[in-house]
């Protein structure tokens, strides 16, 4: 901190009287933050000034009086550095900055030296001055970033705290988190140099990262959320971006996306966070894991606890004396919704949308294309040593053209082809049986409501806003309730392709048996489709707990028992197995493709704008049939920056490029 008593300062030791009081409006040309602001911090500082004052005046020795009075001249510098910054600072953004990376860390400093209170004088405080004058000025930063909140949020725009979870963790658990990682050197350890081109290709140059348009854009925000009226409306209704921003701040929110994907922080961050480690030894060759299922049916969660099943299962690599080399094994998941969660603009404005009342906005999916997740996928299948997980309903293939129908097929092939990868298929799905798949489809909707939307028994205020804020509860991508079809026979016709073409692979199956529940007249029950959920709980557990309530009237409420479980590690696990392709025997839905389960006046969904537009019904192959595999003659290539496959020559016979309804 700048010392004003040794600065060369004009002013004399002493007292003045007449720095007191707030800022007068005339002294402010141009924004209003700033004289709010400015008095906010005025204030303060003639509350540690007055102290002091009081302070001198009960020093008795004559010579300590001077330490008092030259801790006034450094209150006074502070007061003139503000004045400064208000009257010279040419942008909002610019005097942000100069309060947030400036002024707080001198007042802080300047806190932390109080005097020491003079004599028998200490009696008259309750607790020590720092203590209570430090309290008191995180207080008033709160009332700060209330009134201009972008304060808060500039200054940390391009900067993700990749291992902020990870800190908290630990710092919950009493561990001390001494080492400080950086996520441009986590990156340079996973991937190599070529691995690193793939990952920042099209990316802004290093050392020249712009953050103009999200800053533009976080200014912008701000001022629309002193605008948008607050509502309080139940069940809460969803917003429109034009709505929310208007055309010119849905411009800028483009902007702000646009530089964003292009951050090679941001790809830093979601690279980062899709990558997990597992215990060794080390692998021998690369896994490929496709996790297929329904949308919104549980993969990313039933992705970690496949490659945990899968890693009891890889090839050990040894060295050349035939010893186990031991090692931790990473596995990245390429997977859209970590891209949705990592990204600052994207949850800032989904924020304030929920903030003002709302739960989620109706068409951000739609307007957000961040695209980075190709990228990490690309780097990872460039590094050797680093396995892939795909989450995937393959649903998007059937509705592709001729030629894009097999796209997913020879990609499939390339990595069957690759000697140095092992992969295998799991997929998300529920027990055999009709009544319980019809149970499966109520779980996957209400799991694709809730994944979307605010749930309406919790707050959002704008004191919850964070620009790191990665634990929203909805990230307001609206669940395809007519996927559910699709995906389910996608998912199934990818699985008995990779069967077909390597019978000895692994087949793992990840049985989705949650529920959701709420009780009516004083009971509890399985919601339907247009019923509101309370609580999800696996069937197991809820059957468990049924039989407990029934036997044993001291068995406490669902609720209840469900918290003392979860507290105690007691839910029941994850329903998982795994087997051979060629010893696969499962009981899968024998319905037809044509044949769609789920009728339309099945559903009875709570807000029409919730129902996405009509898709072309009709229905392509997602992959070749047995016959068309025979008779065609594919080479294909993994195309890095984009991790696609493409066909370098192809022998199709005319019966395979006509599709079937």
């Known amino acids: 901190m700048k010392d004003f008593s040794n600065s060369g300062s004009k002013k004399k030791k002493g007292f003045s009287t007449s720095r007191s009081g707030s800022i007068k409006n005339e002294e402010f040309s141009t924004f209003d933050s700033k004289q709010r602001i400015g008095n906010e911090l005025i204030n303060f500082i003639d509350k540690l000034s007055k102290l002091n004052k009081k302070m001198y005046k009960w020093e008795t020795v004559k010579e300590k ?13 502070i ?51 720092y203590v209570s004058f430090m309290n008191d000025f995180n207080q008033v930063k709160s009332e700060i970033y209330q009134m201009a909140p972008a304060l808060e949020w500039l200054p940390y725009i391009d900067n993700y705290d990749v291992f902020k979870e990870e800190r908290e963790e630990r710092e919950k658990n009493g561990e001390i988190d001494i080492e400080v990682k ?48 607050q509502i309080d409306t139940k069940p809460r209704p969803t917003i429109k971006m034009k709505d929310l921003l208007l055309e010119e701040g849905l411009i800028l929110y483009k902007e702000a996306i646009n530089e964003e994907r292009r951050s090679r922080a941001f790809r830093d961050a979601v690279f980062l ?35 945990k099943k899968m890693s009891r299962n890889m090839e050990i690599k040894t060295d050349v004396n035939d010893q186990v080399i031991e090692g931790e094994n990473y596995v990245v998941s390429v997977d859209g919704g970590i891209e949705r969660e990592v990204s600052q603009m994207r949850q800032l404005v989904l924020q304030v949308a929920l903030s003002k009342g709302y739960k989620g906005i109706k068409d951000l999916h739609k307007n957000t294309k961040l695209k980075t997740k190709e990228y990490v996928k690309a780097a990872a299948l460039m590094q050797e040593d680093l396995g892939i997980v795909i989450p995937e309903t393959f649903a998007e293939s059937v509705t592709k053209e001729a030629l894009n129908d097999f796209l997913k097929q020879n990609e499939i092939l390339y990595y069957h082809k690759n000697e140095n990868m092992t992969q295998a298929f799991a997929e998300v799905t529920c027990e055999p049986n009709n009544e319980k798949r019809k149970a499966f489809k109520i779980a996957v909707w209400h799991m694709g409501s809730s994944r979307a939307w605010l749930d309406e028994t919790k707050s959002f205020t704008a004191k919850d806003i964070k620009i790191n804020n990665r634990k929203i509860g909805c990230e307001s991508k609206i ?13 199934k016709t990818a699985r008995d392709f990779i069967k077909g073409i390597n019978p000895d692979g692994f087949y793992i ?48 409420d669902l609720k209840e028992w469900y918290k003392s479980l979860e507290d105690n ?81 192809n022998n199709f016979s005319n019966k395979d490029k006509k599709m079937k309804n």
């Open 509 to 556: 199956r990840i049985t989705n048996d949650l529920m959701f529940v709420n009780k009516k007249n004083g009971i509890w029950e399985e919601c339907g489709f247009d019923d509101t959920p309370e609580l999800k709980i696996s069937r197991r557990d809820f059957e468990t707990w049924q039989q407990l309530f029934n036997q044993d009237d001291t068995t406490p």
């Open 79 to 129: 007061q003139d550095l503000l004045l400064e910054y208000i009257h010279t600072s040419t942008t909002e953004t610019l005097f942000y900055e100069q309060v947030n990376n400036v002024l707080f860390g001198m007042i802080e400093n300047l806190i932390e030296k109080i005097p020491e209170i003079p004599g028998d004088n200490k009696i008259l405080f309750q607790e020590e001055p």
């Open 569 to 649: 590690n007691g839910l029941a696990p994850i329903l998982i197995e795994m087997t051979r392709n060629n010893s696969m025997e499962i009981d899968i839905d024998p319905t037809t493709f044509e044949q769609d389960d789920l009728e339309d006046n099945e559903l009875h969904l709570p807000n029409d704008e919730e129902q996405p537009k009509k898709q072309n019904t009709k229905r392509k192959r997602l992959l070749m049939s047995e016959d068309s595999q025979k008779s065609s003659n594919i080479t294909i290539e993994i195309i890095p920056n984009t991790g696609q496959s493409q066909k370098k020559s």
């Open 273 to 307: 966070k899709s990558t997990q480690e597992y215990d060794g030894p080390k692998w021998k060759k690369k896994l490929i894991l496709w996790v297929g299922g329904p949308s919104s049916s549980g993969k990313t969660y039933a992705a970690k606890q496949a490659v």
């Open 65 to 77: 009086k001077g330490i008092y009075e030259d801790y006034q001249v450094q209150i006074d510098g």
């Open 182 to 229: 950086n996520p441009r050197q986590e990156v340079k350890k996973l991937l190599n140099e070529q691995s690193r081109a793939q990952l920042y290709e099209g990316a802004q140059e290093e050392g020249k990262e712009d953050t103009t348009a999200r800053k533009a854009f976080a200014l912008y925000l701000e001022k629309r959320m002193k605008e948008v009226e």
């Open 479 to 491: 669940y395809d309730w007519k996927g559910f079809k699709i995906g389910k026979h996608a998912s």
